[in-house]
């Protein structure tokens, strides 16, 4: 296996930006939540749709900039274009004064993301040795998870030095996202040039070239995606345990702390067995965090339940990246990983709207229970199609 320390630079390059963009992300979004229901008086089925709603913006820019990406063969512009815009909205979260202007934050924090998305996957895979692509996709994955637990442990820290106000917390979080942007501009170079498609990627006679594995490995994510909904509700589940406000964050925290110390070794494990396997094996994971999250009420559960939500995304995010990696032509990567993450963000919009939906109705117990359910479909799901189509545990070339 190989190690990390001689994976290309640019690969390292990307994971610290992910990270310091996710550094400042999530200072906002462990808080966002708490901010919306408390201090702007939203309704809990609003917190689900706001975050559906901007998660699947993503997603639907992610087509077009992947597509495009592949069409002018050059990803870092647009990967510089998504990273700067998020970096230039992050202090409307702090200057909001309502519902409205908080969702036309996220939604265009989330066009940059969309922006960002598809070309920097498909960078990595224009950078990454063939062999150790699961172990380049892992790597990011871990740095970029590592700001996602850091970002919640700032914003926890900050908090109480501003004594609860929560505005002030969202203006230091713009620093690490500016950060970001000036370490891809100066450290990261553009690909080498490659082969363009003969046509636009979205075209049919180019969309038919993605091969039958990459639709069935984007089937099985989405339908993965239904069942573990957005973030918000592990902080909601953690305030309704009675944490107080100031250790809300601690939900995400354990998470991606979990993850991130599972994603590069997961990675680099991928690289030597069967990848359709490993997913199988990760999905029971996240049926029993469910299944603990709904079940019981007290700490320890809570703590449970995080520690299964976080290895099970941990074996699974940078996995399914490089499923989508092995899947696709090479120069229609960036096409790829954007149809990717239209379905699986349209996915997570419905569940994260039923998610609220069902919470609101019923409590946690129903969101939860639901989510597994969901879980335990895709893994039905993802035997069904092993069965049918032979090569989808050895999609690496």
Partial sequence: MRNPSRLPRAIWALGFVSMLMDISSEMIFALLPVFMVSTLGAPMAAVGVIEGVAEATASVVKVFSGALSDWIGRRKALAVAGYGLAALVKPLFALAPGLGWVMAARFLDRVGKGLRGAPRDA??????????????????????????FLGPLGAMAFIWVFSGNIRAVFWVAALPA??????LMLVVREPAARPRPARFPLQRQELLRL???????????????????????????????GLHVALVPLALVGVNVVSSLTAYPAGRLSDRVNRAGLLAAAI??????????????????????????????????????????????????????????????????????LAGVLWQADGPRATFLAGAALAALSLAALAHARRRVAGLGAIRR
Wanted: overall charge negative.
């Fill in 178 to 183: 500016a950060a970001s942007v000036l370490l």
């Fill in 284 to 353: 029971p994971v996240l049926v029993a965090g469910d299944l603990v999250l709904a079940l019981t009420g007290g700490p320890l559960g809570l703590a449970l339940g995080i520690v299964l939500w976080g290895l099970h995304i941990g074996l699974t995010q940078g996995l399914l990246a490089t499923l989508v990696a092995d899947a696709a032509p090479a120069d229609l990567r960036g096409t790829a990983f954007g149809l990717f993450n239209l379905l699986t963000g349209v996915a997570l919009l419905l569940a994260s709207t």
């Fill in 123 to 148: 960078m990595i895979a224009d950078f990454a040795p063939e062999n150790a692509r699961g172990a380049a996709y892992g790597l990011r994955q871990a740095l970029d998870l590592t700001g996602s």
């Fill in 211 to 241: 091969p039958s594995s990459f639709w069935i490995v984007t089937g099985v994510a989405a339908l993965l995606t239904l069942a573990r909904f957005s973030d918000a509700f592990l902080i909601l589940k953690a305030q309704a345990t």
